[in-house]
């Protein structure tokens, strides 16, 4: 199983960025998915998740109304939209599939990328 983010990078506060996802080795459609970020000297947080009939979203009240959690199941690949971006969104930032559980614990997801830094300056 191999989980790939990208689309990380330096942005100004009020920015935007989108970061992928590619997922391998299981089948895409069989999973929800799940966003988190860590920053320095915080605990890895949830940000968003999707189940895997795109039916339902879930976010982090921290993020609510500015990120957008998607999925191309035909693509093997979520998304986060992230848009108004705050230099407390500074953060490397992981994707990983669900298991069973609440969206918002990390010990519902067995699967885990290796990250992206999304760096937003003020």
């Known amino acids: 199983v191999h989980l790939l983010e990208s689309g990380g990078g330096l942005v100004q506060a009020g920015g935007f960025l989108r970061l992928s996802c590619a997922v391998s080795?299981?089948?895409?459609?069989?999973?929800?998915m799940g966003w988190f970020r860590h920053a320095p000297g915080k605990e890895r947080e949830f940000v968003a998740g999707?189940?895997?009939?795109?039916?339902?979203?879930y976010y982090a009240d921290s993020v609510k109304g500015r990120f957008t959690i998607s999925r191309d199941n035909a693509k093997n690949t979520a998304y986060l939209q992230m848009n108004s971006l705050r230099p407390e969104d500074t953060a490397v930032y992981y994707c990983?599939?669900?298991?069973?559980?609440?969206?918002?614990?990390?010990?519902?997801?067995?699967?885990w990328g290796q990250g992206t830094q999304v760096t937003v300056s003020s």
């Open positions: 999707i189940n895997f009939l795109r039916t339902s979203t």
């Open positions: 990983a599939t669900h298991n069973r559980g609440a969206f918002a614990s990390r010990e519902s997801y067995d699967n």
């Open positions: 080795g299981l089948p895409f459609t069989n999973y929800a």
